[in-house]
């Protein structure tokens, strides 16, 4: 059985103040002489006092901020160099600052691969993006496409574009956009910025220069609205700009056309989540004169099924 | 003191070399078996002077699965080390991993170069290759050890190490049982923390949805403008990990024995990675005695929160014959750690349902010095102290100035005027505390509304005053800065690996440093090679501590003397958070040569 040095402070009813009057013949005598922290300034600082945390018991200072003194500034840099030889320690030290902040990973997210019902024949389609690096530099790719079922595919691109984070929430990005398709296929210059916006809007924008001198633009916006932690719905917006006519793709200068969807995913893991939705394509302005030109429609619904993946 | 009436079982008692090479079976040391009677002398505990420990690749089960684990002597958590305050000891540490590894001997005041920080204090334990830490034993209490080396700490690599005091027990006790509470997970910690960075909030299974939480819309307007979820409480939880209490998994239920009427000292460690604990046992009150090692003035509660790295030593009185369950629950309620105390084994009491979780609050988002009447933001934390809208620390900052209105309401969330120009406001910092307030005595992160006691900080007074009575010369703050979206976590800006400044103290001089969190997370701050002074203002004095749970938005501060000439670091323990930058190193000069060469 161990002694017992503090028993009646355990039995004590009030345990603290108990042990108070114990430790201390009167409260404020060790104020005036002999507890930690006595020197008025310490024991109640001016924050807490302010906060009615305590009384100050003395006229109260706060030490000012200030640098290291010049013997703090004294060497040697690394202590454990005089111990172990920096040659040991070098190294260490080299990993133990890179391990501690620095990390390159990567991700690969399918957003979109869906299968789309709607009027005349179904399509297909595909769109994601994957990225490697650290906290600021990533490399990053973009690819979508799309097609009709049992026909070639209609449109495919992907991006190679270096990706440098701008504020906490925005990445911009810079680099090439290549068209496999349609043919005859084209390369751009691209340049965008990606991010997370206020209200939790995820936003995507990016101008594109093309190898026979077109200029357009992509404006896209999703938002996640979590009806339950696995049941989200999404609806995004995505819209086209062209400053001038393309022929080639059959774009007129201005708004070009404009996609809004609503997919409804169930997120079995974090990782996996197949949905279904609607989405709504419509050429607008001079596009669409020409669409309907060639005998197409400028409209398009669609009941879209697929996946959502990332790894 | 005699227990053999109670039954003990005998189980295996792995608590040395020995059973290392039996191939894989549960293993655990004898203090940490279930139906554990406690810490005995018989125990095959590690002492003396000569301590030996195998670094070594095993398995570790729970739950019925597998997997993985770096344990010491075979055994998880990791041996009982015991010594006695001014012994000397050597701690012979073999490497038998295909990596470095080390030992960090938490709390301990060592000289640095036997801190175990590898690349700090020296330069690891190479692989096949055994090291010997050598150093006087100046202190006593509850203490632990674990790996420095990478996230090795994450897969097992942890033990307790209590140090009788040379004089008499600060606390009296009949029995004593050591409590380590951890997280384990079957993933790879470096899948850990890849999926931390490939997705915000991976983990967390529990954010607020369209169909819950009591928010109103336009509540949740302003979050989501402000970008931030207020269910964002632990970045890793109960979605993958299962929490722990001496290596049992809830199910597992370890049991620890008493005899009713018995004084049982509990040694609570939190070793976890990443969990923040909320440790209560209906029906039984504790008596908190020692807090991070240090003899506190004994202070009875309902519910402690033990934040990582820190310990709690805690005196309860069963007295009747009864089973209580010891409950370990964690900060964002996504799980529990579950033990019993009982004077047979095999009884067991009833487990209290998980909480809910808790919602952060303006006060967590560094608005705790604005008055929120008339805010129809806020959430469910505690209401904002009145009259403390400029107190003089925040005015000298720039915060705000006095006799005028609290900085005004448009101001962002990170407005980066009100950083000091030494902190980087770029992409790791998403928040800037406006109007943080000393939270040193808060209720801690969800037990606000309990209506039982709860500790807090401002409860534990040292029972042996500081020895250095001097008052700080000078203050230095240190901005707790991240960026939850990317991941990213730091001091002042800068995650190590960016070259932060060390911080620079003169041998002996006294400092003030105010830790202010500009997160909406809670960060356990330890610092190395020291114990500190925790400037709660109360009358019967400071805590002497060596972590200290800084809360979300909100300011700690400690009063430090550099006594300890050296390299020490400086870090958050939450692991993944200290592996993703937040972490710096803190500089005794100058030297004492005899010492140092
Ligand atoms: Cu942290």
Same mark, same amino acid.
């Given at each position: 059985m161990r002694k017992f040095i503090l028993l009646s402070a355990l039995f004590a009813s009030a345990p603290v103040s108990a042990q108070q009057a114990m430790t201390d013949s009167s409260p404020h005598a060790d104020h005036a002489m002999s507890m930690p922290m006595t020197e008025g300034d310490a024991q109640c600082p001016p924050e807490h006092a302010a906060m009615g945390h305590c009384t100050p018991q003395a006229e109260a200072v706060t030490p000012p901020h200030a640098g290291p003194s010049a013997a703090a500034l004294s060497g040697p840099e690394y202590a454990a160099d005089a111990v172990w030889g920096a040659g040991a320690m070098e190294p260490a030290r080299r990993s133990v600052y890179a391990e501690h902040g620095f990390m390159n990973t990567g991700k690969i997210l399918i957003d979109r691969l869906e299968y789309a019902a709607q009027k005349g024949r179904d399509g297909y389609s595909w769109e994601g993006d994957a990225w490697y690096g650290g906290d600021y530099n990533r490399l990053w790719t973009k690819f979508r496409g799309e097609g009709a079922a049992g026909k070639a595919i209609e449109s495919a691109e992907v991006q190679a574009l270096w990706s440098r984070a701008l504020d906490p929430w925005f990445n911009i990005q810079a680099g090439v956009r290549y068209d496999i398709r349609p043919k005859p296929d084209r390369a751009h210059l691209a340049v965008g910025i990606e991010g997370l916006a206020p209200y939790l809007f995820d936003v995507n924008a990016a101008l594109f220069l093309s190898d026979r001198g077109d200029l357009t633009a992509r404006v896209e916006a999703e938002y996640d609205q979590r009806i339950t932690n696995r049941l989200i719905l999404q609806p995004s917006v995505e819209v086209n700009l062209a400053a001038q006519d393309v022929r080639s793709v059959d774009v007129g200068a201005g708004l070009s056309s404009v996609e809004a969807g609503l997919r409804l995913r169930y997120e079995f893991v974090p990782e996996f989540a197949p949905y279904f939705g609607f989405e709504y394509e419509g050429l607008v302005g001079r596009t669409a004169r020409l669409a309907r030109a060639g005998g197409e429609d400028a409209n398009r619904a669609k009941f879209v099924i697929g996946i959502r993946t990332w790894f | 003191m005699n227990d053999t009436t109670l039954g003990r079982r005998s189980l295996l008692r792995a608590g040395a070399l020995g059973l290392a090479g039996l191939g894989f079976d549960m293993k655990f040391p004898a203090w940490a078996t279930t139906g554990s009677a406690g810490l005995r002398a018989d125990m095959p505990t590690l002492a003396g002077e000569d301590i030996r420990l195998r670094v070594a690749h095993d398995r570790f089960s729970v739950g019925g699965r597998t997997g993985h684990a770096i344990t010491i002597n075979g055994v998880l958590p990791a041996p009982l080390i015991r010594l006695r305050e001014g012994q000397t000891v050597r701690l012979h540490v073999e490497n038998t991993l295909d990596e470095d590894t080390s030992i960090h001997w938490h709390g301990l005041i060592v000289p640095f170069q036997m801190d175990g920080v590898p690349g700090i204090s020296f330069p690891g334990i190479r692989p096949g290759t055994t090291f010997t830490y050598e150093f006087p034993i100046r202190q006593s209490g509850t203490y632990w050890y674990h790996s420095h080396? #990478?996230?090795q700490e994450q897969v097992g690599h942890y033990g307790p190490l209590v140090i009788d005091p040379a004089g008499a027990e600060p606390a009296a006790y009949d029995r004593e049982h050591v409590i380590v509470l951890s997280d384990w997970t079957f993933l790879h910690p470096h899948q850990v923390i890849t999926k931390l960075k490939q997705k915000d909030a991976y983990f967390n299974r529990q954010k607020q949805t369209a169909t819950t939480g009591e928010m109103s819309v336009a509540e949740r307007i302003s979050w989501s403008k402000m970008r931030m979820d207020p269910a964002d409480i632990s970045d890793v939880n109960g979605s993958t990990y299962s929490f722990l209490i001496n290596g049992h998994g809830p199910n597992e239920n370890w049991t620890g024995l008493f005899r009713p009427g018995e004084r049982v000292r509990l040694r609570f460690i939190n070793a976890s990675a990443m969990t923040i604990f909320n440790v209560r046992i209906p029906g039984l009150p504790m008596t908190v005695v020692l807090a991070d090692g240090q003899p506190v003035r004994p202070v009875e509660t309902d519910e402690f929160q033990i934040s990582v790295a820190e310990t709690y030593d805690v005196i309860v009185e069963p007295t009747s014959d009864q089973a209580y369950s010891l409950i370990a629950e964690a900060i964002d309620r996504s799980g529990m750690g579950r033990a019993t105390l009982a004077p047979r084994v095999g009884m067991t009491a009833a487990i209290p349902p998980l909480r809910k979780r808790p919602t952060l609050s303006m006060r967590d988002m560094g608005m705790g010095g604005m008055d929120m009447s008339g805010m129809d933001m806020g959430g469910t934390g505690a209401p904002a102290m009145g009259g403390a809208a400029c107190p003089p620390e925040h005015a000298a900052m720039g915060h705000c100035k006095p006799g005028q209105p609290a900085a005004p309401m448009h101001h962002g969330m990170r407005e980066k005027s009100l950083m000091p120009p030494t902190v980087k406001v770029g992409v790791g910092v998403d928040m800037v505390s406006a109007m943080p307030v000393? $939270?040193? #005595?808060? $209720?801690p992160l969800g037990l606000e509304k309990e209506p039982h006691r709860v500790l807090t900080y401002h409860d534990l007074a040292p029972l042996v005053p500081f020895h250095d009575k001097r008052p700080p010369t000078r203050t230095i703050d240190i901005h707790l800065t991240g960026n939850m979206g990317r991941f990213m976590w730091s001091f002042d800006g800068r995650k190590m690996n960016e070259g932060a400044e060390p911080i620079r103290l003169e041998r002996d001089e006294r400092v003030r440093v105010n830790l202010i969190n500009d997160t909406m997370m809670n960060h356990p701050i330890h610092i190395h090679g020291h114990f500190f002074e925790l400037v709660t203002g109360q009358d019967h004095g400071h805590p002497i501590k060596h972590t200290v749970n800084v809360m979300p938005g909100g300011i700690a501060s400690f009063d430090l003397t550099a006594d300890a000439p050296g390299d020490w670091p400086l870090h958050c323990h939450l692991l993944y958070h200290m592996h993703a930058g937040m972490m710096n190193v803190v500089k005794v000069r100058p030297m004492d040569d005899g010492e140092a060469a």
């Open positions: - | 080396s #990478g996230l000393d $939270r040193t #005595g808060d $209720r």
